[in-house]
C-alpha cells in the first residue's frame, strides 16, 4: 500500500482527550497540574487532582473514566506519601479460620487526610473508622476476616487442576495471564481528601525480621493445617519384597490431632492402615513409616496420603515446596501428596554400581529403588584398582563437561578397569565437549536429539546381549516415556561402535548414534544420549529395564564374541 502522509502510521488518530464525549477542560486541567508540579512539595498538587478527580466522573466513556481514576488516585496517594499496609499475624493462615490482621496508615503530607473505613472483599466485612491522619503519624487499626471454608490454597492457579502434555488446565479464565494468584482476602481502606472518598486495595503480608536482610515482607500463605511430604515421587519395586515408607508430616496451624492415611491401588497393601497424628504447634514435625508391599503382578498406580482430623473430616493431603531466591519474592507451591508405586519385572545381574556425578541427576536414587548398590565416586576412588568391585561405573549427564580438567586423568583408569572386565556407561554431553581421545574408538557427538517422546524406537541390533540380557526389550519397552527420547546422540562413530536402538522426530532424519556400544578386551564402553535422567525418576519401566541391562552387560557375557 501507499505510505501515510509524514510516513507516520498513527497520521489522522486522534489521540486527545478531544475524542472523549464530554471530556471538557481535563486536558487543560491535566496540563495546568504538570505545569505547577512543585517536585520539594508533591502535597500541592492533591487539590488539583481532586478537583480533575470529579471532573473525569461526569464524562460519559466508562472505560476512559475507570482507567483515568486509578490512576488519579494513584497519583494522589503518591503525592501524600501515602503508606499504606495489612499486616497479618501469621505466615500461614487456613481455610476457614478467622484471620487476625493489622491495617496501618501514614499520611506523610501536611494536607488533612480521614481513615473512613475498611472492608474484606472475601466476605464483606467492613468496620468505620473516622479517625484523622495526622502527618506523619503511624495510624492503625486491629480487625479480623473469616476466610470461607472452601478458600483455595496458594498453590499456582494453573497447577491446581491436571493439565495434559505441555498444557495448563485452567477453568477460571478469567485467571489466564495473571503473573500469580491474587491476594489472599484483598482489604479495602477508605480516605476522604478534601471531600472526596478514595478506596485503595491492599495485600495482606506477613512481616518479619531476618537476622541478615532486616525487615522482610512476604505474601500471606493459605495452606491446609499440616503439609505432607513424602520421602521420594516414584517408589519402584522390582520384586515382591515391601519396602518401608516413612512420611514426615509438618504443622502449618497449632495443635492438629487426626490420623494419617496412604491409600494404594488395589492388590497393594499398606500397614498401619493408619497412623495417628498429633502435632502442638505450627511448625513441629513428627515422622511415622508404613510398610507397603506390591503385587506379584507388574502394574503401576497412585500412592495417595489423606488426613482425617479429629472430627472425622477426611481430606487429601497436600505437601510444600518453597521456591526462594534473592531476587524474586518467595513462591509457595502445595502440590497434592502423592507418589507413584511401580511394580515391574526389572532384572539386573550387577549389584555394585560405581557413578561418577555430572551435572546433577537422580539416576543413583533411581538404581537404588530397584535393589542396586550405588556409590557416587570422589576424584581419589577413581582408580583401576578401585572400581575394580563394581559391576559397571556411570558417569552422569555431562560429566566430561562438568570434569573436563580431570577425565584426562580419569579416562586411563576407567579403560584399565573396562579391558579387566568392567562397564563403563558414558551418559549424554554437550558438544563441544569430549576429546576423540577419551573414547576407545573414534566417535563424534553432535546436536541431534529426538523430541517426541512417543517417536518410534527401531531395535537395530535385535540380538545384541544389551537388548536381550537379563531382560528381553521389545518396542512396548519404549512406552510411557516422558518429555523426550534423548539429546546430543553422536553423528558419526568408527566401526568400532554397535548402534543398538534408532529414532526420529516426524519428518527427520534417522539418529541412530544414541545407544552406542564397543568392546574392550573383557569390558564394555557405552556411549548413550537417550534421556535416562528422566526416565528413571519418573518410574518408567522399559526404561529401568534396559538400563539394567546396559550395567548387567559384563556379567551377561562373559568371553568377547
Known sequence: GKLVAGGNI?????????????????????????????????????????????????????????????????????????????????????????????????NRSPVPVQFKSWRGLERGESAPVDSPLPPHELVTRKATVNLPAEHPTSHPYWLRAAGTTGTFDVPEQKLIGQP?????????????????????????????????QGEVSQRLVIAPPVFVELPRPVFMFANTEPKRVEVRVTAAADKFEGEL?????????????????????????????????????????????????????????????RIEYPHIEPQVLIPPAEGKLVRAEVNSTARRIGYIAGAGDAIPDALREIGVEVKLLTDQ???????????????????????????????????????????????????????????????????????????????????????????????ADFNGWVQERGLYFADKWDGAWTPILSSNDPGE???????????????????????WFRQLPA?????????????SLGKSVDVAP
Not at 517417536?455 to 537379563?470: K, V
Request: aromatic fraction near 8%; charge should be neutral.
Open 10 to 106: 498513527f497520521s489522522g488518530i486522534d489521540t486527545t482527550w478531544a475524542r472523549v464525549p464530554k471530556s471538557g477542560k481535563i486536558a487543560e486541567s491535566v496540563r495546568a497540574i504538570v505545569d505547577r508540579y512543585d517536585v520539594k512539595q508533591p502535597s500541592a498538587s492533591v487539590p488539583a487532582l481532586v478537583e480533575l478527580r470529579k471532573s473525569l466522573r461526569e464524562i460519559a466513556d466508562p472505560f476512559w473514566a475507570a482507567d483515568k481514576l486509578h490512576e488519579i488516585d494513584r497519583l494522589i496517594a503518591a503525592c501524600l506519601g501515602l503508606h499504606l499496609e495489612v499486616v497479618t499475624e501469621k505466615a500461614i493462615a487456613q481455610p476457614g479460620e478467622a484471620a487476625a490482621f493489622q491495617i496501618e496508615v501514614i
Open 381 to 475: 576412588e577413581i582408580s583401576a584398582t578401585n572400581l575394580a568391585q563394581y559391576d559397571a561405573v556411570v558417569l552422569g549427564i555431562r560429566a566430561y563437561n562438568v570434569h573436563a580438567a580431570r577425565i584426562g586423568a580419569w579416562f586411563p583408569e576407567l579403560m584399565s578397569y573396562a579391558r579387566n572386565g568392567g562397564v563403563v556407561i558414558v551418559q549424554y554431553n554437550t558438544t563441544p565437549g569430549p576429546k576423540p581421545e577419551h573414547f576407545p574408538a573414534p566417535l563424534q557427538l553432535s546436536r541431534d536429539r529426538v523430541t517426541d517422546e512417543t517417536a518410534e524406537i527401531r531395535l537395530l541390533a535385535p540380538d545384541h546381549p544389551i537388548l536381550n540380557m537379563p531382560n528381553k526389550i521389545t518396542a
Open 539 to 551: 518410574g518408567v519401566t522399559g526404561a529401568h529395564r534396559l538400563f539394567a541391562n546396559m550395567i
Open 180 to 212: 500469580q494468584n491474587a491476594a489472599a482476602f484483598p482489604v479495602e481502606v477508605t480516605i476522604s481528601v478534601a471531600g472526596e472518598e478514595i478506596t485503595y486495595q491492599a495485600e495482606p503480608r506477613f512481616r518479619r525480621v531476618d537476622r541478615v
Open 509 to 531: 532424519k534417522p539418529a541412530d548414534g544414541g545407544l552406542l556400544v564397543t568392546r574392550v578386551e573383557k569390558g564394555w564402553f557405552i556411549y548413550t544420549g537417550y534421556a
Open 261 to 321: 492415611t496412604l491409600a494404594a491401588p488395589e492388590g497393594w497393601k499398606v500397614d498401619p492402615a493408619t497412623a495417628p497424628l498429633k502435632l502442638q504447634s505450627a511448625g513441629s514435625e513428627i515422622h511415622t513409616t508404613f510398610r507397603v508391599t506390591p503385587p506379584a503382578q507388574p502394574g503401576e498406580g497412585p500412592l495417595r496420603v489423606f488426613t482425617t482430623s479429629a472430627a472425622g473430616e477426611r481430606r487429601p493431603a497436600f505437601g510444600r515446596q
